[in-house]
């Protein structure tokens, strides 16, 4: 979809893949690919509207070449210190796609100094209880009287779905019907070209839907996030 080689051939899709991504991912650490010069994104796909998981990464709104959780084949595959985050986010059935949210992390996650802080101070309690830091929160070992038993700590992030967080506005899933939600934080959006913007209007005659709109800021402030929301569904025949 990103690459714009869906039902291509093999080698069209190789030679797609490689003009439109930087980084393919790996099996265990963010993100799952990145295109170059543009975002990094993470894709989840449920059978059902639930609590997305992250694992041991925190919502981002944007992704670090600094960060320490990503792999150091990621943070070499081209010359980059920041990136925007989108979650490409699916609900699935055995035959097709019934929905999709596409979300820039700017419109849901904090900012990366709230889970830092929280982090810590786990950490923090993990040594005070004689245990080790490290990578994750942290070890606590010989916690038995033979002194064979240890205990991993390790944290493991959820974040509301998008459908439930912004429910009041999004088109929800509906049976044999295919729904797309969109939401991009103003800032993004005035980064987008006039052709790329004029594109997407001229499709309404299709039923698209771009909406703006101002959300309450993620990051904390107390104004409102300006935002775009697009929006569309089709029925599957």
Request: glycine residues 8%.
């Amino acid at each position: 979809m990103f690459a714009g080689s869906l039902g291509a051939l093999p080698n069209h899709v190789d030679a797609a893949w490689s003009k439109t991504f930087s980084w393919l991912g790996s099996d265990n650490a963010p993100p799952d690919f990145m295109i170059w010069g543009g975002d990094a994104v993470e894709v989840k796909v449920h059978g059902s509207i639930t609590q997305i998981q992250l694992n041991s990464s925190p919502p981002k709104r944007r992704l670090k070449a600094t960060d320490t959780r990503i792999e150091e084949g990621c943070r070499e595959c081209e010359i980059w210190v920041e990136k925007d985050v989108v979650y490409f986010i699916g609900k699935a059935n055995a035959e097709y796609v019934e929905a999709l949210w596409l979300i820039d992390g700017k419109c849901i996650a904090a900012e990366s100094s709230v889970f830092d802080v929280l982090f810590d101070r786990l950490k923090a309690t993990v040594k005070e209880l004689g245990g080790e830091p490290g990578n994750e929160i942290g070890r606590l070992n010989r916690v038995d009287p033979l002194k064979a038993t240890s205990l991993r700590v390790r944290g493991m992030w959820l974040l509301d779905h998008p459908a439930k967080v912004f429910k009041d506005f999004f088109i929800s899933p509906q049976e044999k019907v295919f729904v797309l939600n969109a939401l991009v934080s103003m800032t993004k959006w005035s980064e987008y070209s006039e052709e790329a913007i004029e594109d997407l209007e001229a499709l309404s005659v299709h039923g698209l839907s771009i909406r703006h709109i101002e959300l309450p800021d993620s990051g904390g402030s107390a104004i409102p996030l300006e935002a775009v929301h697009v929006s569309w569904e089709a029925n599957i025949a």
